[in-house]
């Protein structure tokens, strides 16, 4: 009698992908329950705050009284959920393998709750895909799944909690694909939407099937509108490229700080969230009560022109000083304040007929979400979702296409990633996860050499170098590499006379490096374009060395590779 049947690879896989398929439900359903939670919690703590009429001395004393406390939590407690969440996340599936430390989700829920609730300009969503992806990451690593099934949940969780966040599934699995995993081909699009659909039948479960906002029906009046909508595409353009240069060096700026005043940075924040909030009330928190008005005319172009820039100096102020929250909601108000003054000027004067300026808010909120976030796939699903009116995808195809295109042209780097690379963490680009290749950087690479510090004597480097032969060195310290420099160059400088000066003088002002997953070509390339040593570079701290490649290490691997046998057995 067998106690056991031989079961086949192909029955293995089905009942792999039938597993896997139960965890996307059970994550999603997670997802869209830490979501609706967190959308609760805010109100909450926002009406305990405030009350219902707060006073002027309460709106100003708020934001600082609770920053003061979030930032004791996100120095000491919790180190890693500072900002939206929409970057760490990227960084996870990247680069991590799809693992977020447990109390990170936890971490981030009760502080992005008392940033948004204590009145700082900032969006519930971002948060939410890090908690809803954090717990992801959770459940994989209690089952101790294989890291790149770990890896397919963190970005299903993503998808789930955005969903439920915003309402609005379709929008949520395009936004997993094209920001969180970099590729709308990625096999994951059956999952995410099996995940996003469970997230969204527990929000509507719990809080009810009503939309996020109530939208006036849409006409496109005439043909020449086209036009004032590609104005509105150009103008949120150059929003876009104002907010988020902005933001970046915003955010630079206290990076810069003194390292004490790290815990004391969120509460600068609030004091300047405080001061903003005694002027225009209305830009505290998510704010989408606005956005509703503007939606439907019920604000005057002076204020609408008011709020999109306050808005805009708001945020810069909430997320740069270090706070918890997002840029997805901002993105909206401000698209929604700068369209629906822009409509409300076409409304006015255009000798055509012209669409509510309600619908000109609708298309600016897309067309905003286009510029900033560069997801411009997910902002025209996103307003159709709200929509359900296939008649305004032509004028938002038109003003998107234009802010994206302004956006990219003058900022090239998406903010999430740029926001990234402000901590040294940089992504893989496209063209690195996609193109094959014989092999990278980490195959070739040998231990880098000690590090000279870049205000060592270049006599000194010069004469106390270990290895007369050696192709160069690399300066800096174990916390922070500063370039590279050849030993030609250091001879040059010694025949010129220029031995007392330190050797920080002769880096170039740009680091020529390649990372551990860099192909081939790419390695050639960068080591054919510096100092002979090419530095290779963390991508979870780009100011640490990993290694270093020489065209001496390259050819003794490529020979290696070449003749395995005959020498060896020679």
């Known amino acids: 009698m067998k106690f056991f049947r031989t079961i086949s690879p192909q029955q293995l896989r089905l009942r792999e992908h039938q597993i896997f398929l139960a965890l996307t439900i059970v994550v999603g359903i997670l997802a869209g329950l830490s979501a609706v939670l967190f959308t609760v919690a805010i109100d909450r703590v926002t009406r305990l705050l405030f009350g219902l009429d707060p006073s002027a001395a309460r709106m100003f004393i708020v934001p600082i009284a609770v920053s003061v406390l979030t930032g004791i939590l996100l120095v000491k407690v919790f180190p890693g959920v500072r900002g939206s969440g929409v970057p760490q996340t990227e960084a996870a599936y990247h680069l991590h393998g799809g693992i977020i430390p447990r109390r990170v989700p936890f971490g981030k829920f009760l502080t992005g709750v008392l940033c948004i609730g ?18 992801a ?87 020449a509108e086209l036009l004032a909508y590609g104005a509105l595409g ?73 709020l999109c820039g306050l808005k805009i100096v708001a945020t810069i102020v909430s997320y740069s000083s270090g706070n918890a929250g997002g840029i997805f909601a901002p993105s909206l108000y401000i698209g929604a304040m700068a369209g629906g003054a822009l409509g409300t000027f076409v409304h006015r004067i255009a000798p055509f007929p012209t669409a509510d300026p309600g619908a000109y808010a609708l298309v600016g909120m897309g067309t905003l979400f286009a510029g900033i976030i560069r997801a411009p796939m997910t902002s025209v699903f996103m307003i159709f979702e709200i929509t359900q009116d296939y008649q305004i995808l032509v004028p938002l195809m038109v003003a998107n296409l234009l802010a994206f295109v302004i956006s990219r042209r003058y900022q090239p780097t998406p903010v999430y990633h740029a926001l990234l690379k402000q901590d040294d963490i940089h992504l893989p680009t496209a063209l690195t996860r996609g ?29 106390q170098a270990p290895r007369r032969d050696a192709v ?37 002002d740009a680091l020529v490096h390649a990372h551990p997953d860099h192909p081939s070509d790419i390695v050639l390339e960068r080591l054919a374009a510096g100092s002979g040593m090419l530095p290779i570079l963390s991508r979870d701290d780009g100011a640490r060395a990993l290694g270093v490649v020489t065209l001496r290490d390259v050819v003794r691997f490529l020979g290696v590779r070449a003749v395995p046998d005959s020498n060896s057995h020679s």
């Open 118 to 135: 204590s009145g700082h300009s900032m969006g519930r969503e971002g948060p939410s895909v890090q908690i809803g992806a954090g717990l």
């Open 472 to 508: 160069g060195w690399l300066i800096g310290t174990a916390e922070r590499i500063e370039g590279a420099v050849s030993t030609a160059r250091v001879a040059d400088a010694m025949a010129s006379g220029q031995g007392s000066e330190p050797v920080r003088t002769l880096l170039d």
């Open 234 to 306: 150009i103008a949120g353009g150059i929003i876009s490229v104002v907010f988020c240069k902005t933001l970046l060096g915003a955010r630079a700026a206290f990076q810069r700080m003194p390292g004490w005043s790290r815990m004391l940075q969120p509460a600068l924040g609030g004091l300047g969230i405080g001061a903003l909030l005694l002027v225009a009330p209305q830009v505290r928190g998510v704010g989408y009560e606005y956005v509703d008005q503007a939606l439907n005319g019920g604000m005057a172009v002076r204020m609408m022109v008011l």
């Open 137 to 223: 990451s959770a459940v994989g690593q209690w089952l101790n799944l294989p890291r790149a099934r770990q890896r397919d949940l963190l970005a299903v969780g993503a998808a789930g909690a955005l969903a439920a966040a915003f309402n609005t599934p379709v929008a949520a699995v395009l936004f997993a694909l094209e920001e969180i995993i970099g590729d709308l081909n990625a096999g994951l699009l059956g999952s995410t939407v099996v995940a996003s659909v469970a997230a969204v039948i527990v929000e509507r479960s719990i809080l009810g099937n009503e939309p996020l906002f109530r939208v006036p029906t849409y006409h496109l009046q005439h043909p």
């Open 435 to 463: 193109l094959p290749t014989t092999w990278t950087a980490a195959d070739v690479m040998t231990a880098p050499p000690p590090l000279a510090p870049g205000d060592a004597a270049i006599a000194t480097l010069w004469h």
